[in-house]
């Protein structure tokens, strides 16, 4: 397919075709044109066909409709093209907390033909260096809340010669350019397979991986997952926490809601408290949150719950780690609403395996969905049995594409997408999250998953967060040891260790429970809610 872009850095820097995984694209609605620019499809088309004055985006300053969404989108492609001569191909980051001016900037990057890094507002210069530099970032639009970090991290950054603030009273802001600009813009004509973004795994260790995704995986995201377990309506309001950055909010706070001629209130910064209190303001329909938020939402939802009109939350997405069972029964009690559990990876660009909350099981992710294939392997690739524990393993229409890494091999074997988790499939098909591979912990001969143990230890009522994992032991290799946070008002001595010890061996095999206990203020999270269980194990 003929590329449109000018600039062929990302093409030339995709793996070799044979270290690809396999594609496939087996259900009517995964038919797409040899030319597709997603934000034609997101974006104007839903305007042409009619959803002009209907709500894109809510925030708190004020709502903006489809079309003024699209007219801002052009006016920012207009000022990246004639202000700051972005070439096709050309990769601009975008820094900024999730708010009406970074969506438009997304859109206004892929109808510029122009490949969209985005950036979690926390990374520090050093993170944002390595970025830049190994996607040869040119270009920047950037918050102006955030430009501290961005400005440290500018002279080890030779190839980033252009960048523009918004949300900045200067001349030269984005704001000022974009309202001298026209609100008209004709998208690139892109192929479905140049490449629309690239997103860099929240990796806990060793160096970013950037995943480089087309502009068909962008619209084939919005096709799988939504459409098979969501099912959202026009009049849906989306509202969560995960940055547009990461791609788990890129899909379920921005391009979900528009393909569905939908809207996204978009808040910047989230307390459990005032996260019920923007559900209430916004009559917010679909929450988009990971396990710990739903957890400490739970915790809320009966005292600060009775404050705010909660009612017309329908329903709610949990992604980014396993749901521990004792969260979403917590969660289900205090809301009445059964969690939708999904499993997505950024190298699949979203949810590939989960279920419609009908069809939730306790403690299973739940089947591969319409488009997905899935599989449990053992070492030699083949199938286990059912019950038996191995390597997750799955292709459909999306699929890793890591840019110049040679990971891709790790990541990629014999055509499938191997996620490096460690997964049983039960006898109904049920997908059951075990542990990361290199997480679960021998101790003794034994094999065991530190989430299963932190979910035994989630069901007691005086724990409010945990993590497990193996510590070096001379006598049994590991031993498995919870790091341990108790809910206020509770003491944190060898009494509490003992209780905690015994509610484990009754919850689930005695020879899991953790041998060592060690009580802390909090635990160590990425920025999209993923607990850091390396900082655990060399602390
Ligand atoms: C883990 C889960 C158990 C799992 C993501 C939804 O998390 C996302 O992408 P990342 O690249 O991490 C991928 C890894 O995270 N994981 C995610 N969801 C679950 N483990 N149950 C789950 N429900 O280890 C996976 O390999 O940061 C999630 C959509 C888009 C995403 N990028």
Redesign the pocket.
Known sequence: MKTAHVDTFARDNLPPREQWPEFHFDLPELQYPERMNCATLLLDDMVRAGHGERIAIRAPDGECSYAQLLAQANRIANVLVREMNLKPGNRVLLRGPNNPMMAASWFAVFKAGGICVGSMPLLRAKELTEIVNKAEITHALCDKRLDAELNLALPGCPSLKRICFWYSDKKNSLDALSEKQSAAFENIDTSAEDVALIAF??GTTGKPKGTLHFHRDVIAMCDCFPRSCLKPSKDDIFIGSPPLA???GL?GLLCFPLRFGASSALVERFTPDTLLESIQKFKATILFTAPTMYRALAGVWDKSGKNYDLSSLRKCV??????PDATRQLFKQASGIEII???????M???FISHAPEHAKRGA?GHALPGYTAAVLDENGERCAPGQIGRLAVKGPTGCRYLADERQKIYVRNGWNV???AYVMDMDGYFI?QA?TDDMIISAGYNIAGPEVEGALLSHPVVAECGVVGVADEERGMVVKAFVVLKPENKSDDEMKKILQEHVKRTIAPYKYPRAIEFVAALPRTE?G?LQRFKLRTP
């Not at 949990?318 to 749901?323: H, I, M, Q, T, V």
Request: charged share 20%; no cysteine; glycine share 16%.
């Open positions: 795994t929240s990461f791609t788990f899909g949990s992604a980014g780690e396993a749901l559990d999904g499993i997505g990876a950024t190298e660009i979203h949810i992710t996620t490096g988790d999250y990361r999209t993923k």
